[in-house]
């Protein structure tokens, strides 16, 4: 008797299983070499079916051996383009030929294997497919409890979990006994297994290193070398399923969804209830006969059966996006938009008319608004979003209405200033809290306070920026803007810059006031009322100098001393603790200058300007050059 194995039932040990029972006793086995080049490629890919194969094959070796059978490996290994092709059957046709070549019996688990032989005429043995490793229950169940979000669990590590509350969460030890490597490995097989055999879970994503699984209302991350340093499982489920009526403003935030299809931001920090929202909010509007639809990777909303959940077409969500204008749901909740790509696809479908709601990690309710900044158009935003709502530990704390409206930022008062504002409005009391335009070509949020004090705090930070850049355009020394209200504002300049900022005519300074809506008075730092004395030194973007003098203006602080280097074209001091602040710049007790420090933590004095020379000099003479930070 010729027998010729597939590589499913080599896998399955059904071989050596019929050897033992006595069925192929004396029969000669011919294993394929095709089957042995794709175990080969399973081990090596760190399949445990590889491993199984290969083991199998060692079983059937010392059957031969005993004389129980005769074995022989037979035919060719596929080629390269045959081995990925596997999934199309070119390795499985080899192993029909070598079974037909030989007038042997191909045993398989595989069905469609056995057919499509049947079909051609050979004998088939098919065997039913051994399942191995499925558990009927999760294995890790018994470490949730009522109040467990999740479980941390790691070769090497106690088993952790997060418990508590909404926004009360305690990550803790739940067992004094380290996880062993072998136990993790047993764990996270019989996970993977269990969703892929039960029809209450499936595989969400399965790459080398990583399995991501939904199984009942757990989602479970499965790490694995050379992805992760050791096996981790890290499992998550809900403790809580809400309706809208357990939130405040619930009645308010009904009939804003119900009155027109929106677009809303769910924002909030990680774990503090945003997609247990969503879940809340899908619920009602297919209770209230909208068609709903969700979008997620993984698929993890605990929603009834009404609602279907889609997940990354072909692994991509704009494919997703492209199905479901066809399927024309009214509402579609979109968990969890991140990406750029993520805030393009909610983008289209909101602007294809489908009501949207978004799940965005964010630390503030403004800042899940001002991720959409940059990624679409300005004046879009409040087409695309027109509601913010942001939980904190579980409730309902801010809610956002986002609308336009062409007008005169709060803060400026030339008429000619008018432009598109988006404003940023508490949706309980009406109230501005943000405003978000272009301010000079630039995209500026600013916040909007109760008092005038406040009101003025986030334009004048803006416009003293912008006057500041716009000076240093043309200034070559150290920029000081002082602000005298919202129309006015004095800038003091080094003596040698006064006729390039003024420009003749008083012509540059004229066109940067009609840019900036504001009055601007040049004056020079010796005119400054808390400030002495001149600058012959000046720097660039990496530190300014502002003053020099001959006298220290900060007491008896000897300050830190630092080693300037000497360059080309500067002479550079590091101040890397004191980034963006003033400071003084001594040799010994001798006040030398004041100076910002730049970004790069330092500042740059030119070469060739007197105090680069005084500067020089005083290293020179090896006196120590120190920094104190200056007085406000």
Same mark, same amino acid.
């Given at each position: 008797?010729?027998?010729?194995?597939?590589?499913?039932?080599?896998?399955?040990?059904?071989?050596?299983?019929?050897?033992?029972?006595?069925?192929?006793?004396?029969?000669?086995?011919?294993?394929?070499?095709?089957?042995?080049?794709?175990?080969?490629?399973?081990?090596?890919?760190?399949?445990?079916?590889?491993?199984?194969?290969?083991?199998?094959?060692?079983?059937?070796?010392?059957?031969?051996?005993?004389?129980?059978?005769?074995?022989?490996?037979?035919?060719?290994?596929?080629?390269?383009?045959?081995?990925?092709?596997?999934?199309?059957?070119?390795?499985?046709?080899?192993?029909?030929?070598?079974?037909?070549? &030989?007038?042997?019996?191909?045993?398989?688990?595989?069905?469609?294997?056995?057919?499509?032989?049947?079909?051609?005429?050979?004998?088939?043995?098919?065997?039913?497919?051994?399942?191995?490793?499925?558990?009927?229950?999760?294995?890790?169940?018994?470490?949730?409890?009522?109040?467990?979000?999740?479980? &941390?669990?790691?070769?090497?590590?106690?088993?952790?979990?997060?418990?508590?509350?909404?926004?009360?969460?305690?990550?803790?030890? /739940?067992?004094?006994?380290?996880?062993?490597?072998?136990?993790?490995?047993?764990?996270?097989?019989?996970?993977?297994?269990?969703?892929?055999?039960?029809?209450?879970?499936?595989?969400?994503?399965?790459?080398?290193?990583?399995?991501?699984?939904?199984?009942?209302?757990?989602?479970?991350?499965?790490?694995?070398?050379?992805?992760?340093?050791?096996?981790?499982?890290?499992?998550?489920?809900?403790?809580?399923?809400?309706?809208?009526?357990?939130?405040?403003?619930?009645?308010?935030?009904?009939?804003?969804?119900?009155?027109?299809?929106?677009?809303?931001?769910?924002?909030?920090?990680?774990?503090?209830?945003?997609?247990?929202?969503?879940?809340?909010?899908?619920?009602?509007?297919?209770?209230?006969?909208?068609?709903?639809?969700?979008?997620?990777?993984?698929?993890?909303?605990?929603?009834?059966?009404?609602?279907?959940?889609?997940?990354?077409?072909?692994?991509?969500?704009?494919?997703?996006?492209?199905?479901?204008?066809?399927?024309?749901?009214?509402?579609?909740?979109?968990?969890?938009?991140?990406?750029?790509?993520?805030?393009?696809?909610?983008?289209?479908?909101?602007?294809?008319?489908?009501?949207?709601?978004?799940?965005?990690?964010?630390?503030?309710?403004?800042?899940?608004? +001002?991720?959409?900044?940059?990624?679409?158009?300005?004046?879009?935003?409040?087409? /695309?979003?027109?509601?913010?709502?942001?939980?904190?530990?579980?409730?309902?704390?801010?809610?956002?209405?986002?609308?336009?409206?062409?007008?005169?930022?709060?803060?400026?008062?030339?008429?000619?200033?008018?432009?598109?504002?988006?404003?940023?409005?508490?949706?309980?009391?009406?109230?501005?809290?943000?405003?978000?335009?272009?301010?000079?070509?630039?995209?500026?949020?600013?916040?909007?306070?109760?008092?005038?004090?406040?009101?003025?705090?986030?334009?004048?930070?803006?416009?003293?920026?912008? /006057?500041?850049?716009?000076?240093?355009?043309?200034?070559?020394? &150290?920029?000081?803007?002082?602000? +005298?209200?919202?129309?006015?504002?004095?800038?003091?300049?080094?003596?040698?810059?006064?006729?390039?900022?003024?420009?003749?005519?008083?012509?540059?300074?004229?066109?940067?006031?009609?840019?900036?809506?504001?009055?601007?008075?040049?004056?020079?730092?010796?005119?400054?009322?808390?400030?002495?004395?001149?600058?012959?030194?000046?720097?660039?973007?990496?530190?300014?100098?502002?003053?020099?003098?001959?006298?220290?203006?900060?007491?008896?602080?000897?300050?830190?001393?630092?080693?300037?280097?000497?360059?080309?074209? &500067?002479?550079?001091?590091?101040?890397?603790? +004191?980034?963006?602040?003033?400071?003084?710049?001594?040799?010994?007790?001798?006040?030398?200058?004041?100076?910002?420090?730049?970004?790069?933590?330092?500042?740059?004095?030119?070469?060739?300007?007197?105090?680069?020379?005084?500067?020089?000099?005083?290293?020179?003479?090896?006196?120590?050059?120190?920094?104190?930070?200056?007085?406000?």
């Amino acid at each position: 008797m010729n027998v010729v194995p597939d590589t499913s039932s080599v896998i399955d040990g059904r071989v050596s299983e019929r050897v033992e029972d006595g069925s192929y006793e004396g029969a000669t086995v011919l294993v394929p070499e095709a089957v042995v080049g794709e175990l080969e490629a399973q081990a090596n890919d760190g399949h445990d079916a590889g491993w199984d194969g290969l083991s199998e094959l060692q079983r059937l070796a010392e059957f031969a051996d005993a004389g129980t059978i005769e074995l022989t490996y037979v035919g060719r290994r596929p080629e390269p383009a045959e081995k990925g092709a596997a999934s199309e059957g070119d390795i499985d046709a080899i192993i029909r030929d070598v079974a037909e070549d &030989h007038d042997a019996t191909l045993l398989t688990s595989d069905v469609v294997q056995s057919e499509v032989a049947r079909a051609k005429g050979i004998a088939v043995e098919y065997v039913e497919p051994v399942t191995r490793g499925v558990v009927e229950e999760l294995p890790i169940a018994d470490y949730f409890t009522e109040e467990t979000m999740s479980v &941390h669990l790691k070769a090497g590590t106690k088993p952790k979990a997060k418990r508590g509350t909404l926004g009360e969460m305690r990550y803790e030890v /739940i067992e004094e006994e380290v996880t062993s490597d072998e136990r993790m490995n047993e764990w996270a097989t019989a996970i993977v297994n269990l969703a892929r055999g039960s029809n209450e879970g499936f595989v969400e994503l399965s790459d080398e290193g990583m399995d991501i699984v939904q199984y009942r209302n757990y989602r479970i991350a499965v790490a694995r070398p050379p992805f992760a340093d050791g096996i981790e499982i890290t499992a998550v489920r809900p403790i809580a399923k809400t309706t809208l009526d357990d939130y405040e403003s619930a009645d308010e935030l009904r009939e804003r969804f119900l009155e027109s299809k929106r677009g809303v931001l769910i924002s909030g920090s990680p774990g503090a209830g945003k997609s247990t929202f969503a879940q809340a909010v899908a619920e009602f509007l297919n209770d209230n006969d909208y068609a709903v639809k969700t979008m997620e990777k993984p698929r993890d909303l605990q929603v009834g059966p009404e609602i279907t959940q889609y997940g990354a077409l072909g692994g991509d969500m704009a494919n997703t996006a492209d199905s479901l204008l066809l399927v024309r749901p009214d509402y579609t909740i979109y968990d969890e938009v991140r990406k750029t790509a993520d805030f393009e696809v909610f983008s289209d479908m909101r602007m294809a008319g489908v009501g949207m709601v978004g799940v965005v990690h964010a630390s503030r309710a403004i800042d899940a608004l +001002q991720r959409l900044v940059g990624r679409v158009e300005l004046g879009m935003i409040p087409q /695309i979003v027109d509601t913010v709502v942001y939980i904190e530990a579980g409730e309902v704390h801010t809610v956002y209405d986002v609308d336009t409206e062409v007008k005169v930022p709060e803060g400026l008062t030339a008429e000619d200033l008018a432009r598109p504002v988006i404003r940023v409005r508490d949706f309980e009391t009406g109230r501005a809290d943000y405003e978000i335009y272009t301010f000079n070509r630039q995209v500026v949020t600013v916040p909007i306070g109760d008092d005038d004090g406040e009101r003025e705090s986030g334009v004048s930070r803006i416009a003293k920026k912008e /006057i500041e850049r716009e000076i240093r355009s043309v200034a070559r020394g &150290h920029v000081d803007v002082e602000l +005298q209200g919202r129309e006015t504002a004095i800038v003091y300049v080094e003596e040698d810059d006064i006729s390039y900022v003024i420009g003749k005519g008083g012509g540059r300074i004229s066109d940067i006031e009609d840019r900036l809506g504001i009055d601007i008075d040049v004056r020079t730092h010796s005119e400054r009322p808390d400030r002495s004395g001149g600058s012959d030194g000046g720097a660039n973007g990496s530190g300014t100098t502002s003053t020099a003098g001959s006298v220290p203006t900060n007491g008896g602080d000897r300050g830190t001393v630092v080693e300037p280097e000497i360059t080309s074209r &500067h002479v550079v001091i590091p101040v890397e603790e +004191q980034v963006g602040e003033t400071v003084e710049v001594r040799a010994g007790d001798d006040y030398l200058f004041t100076a910002t420090v730049g970004r790069g933590g330092e500042v740059q004095v030119s070469r060739g300007s007197a105090i680069a020379e005084e500067l020089e000099d005083a290293i020179d003479r090896k006196r120590p050059i120190s920094v104190v930070p200056a007085r406000g």
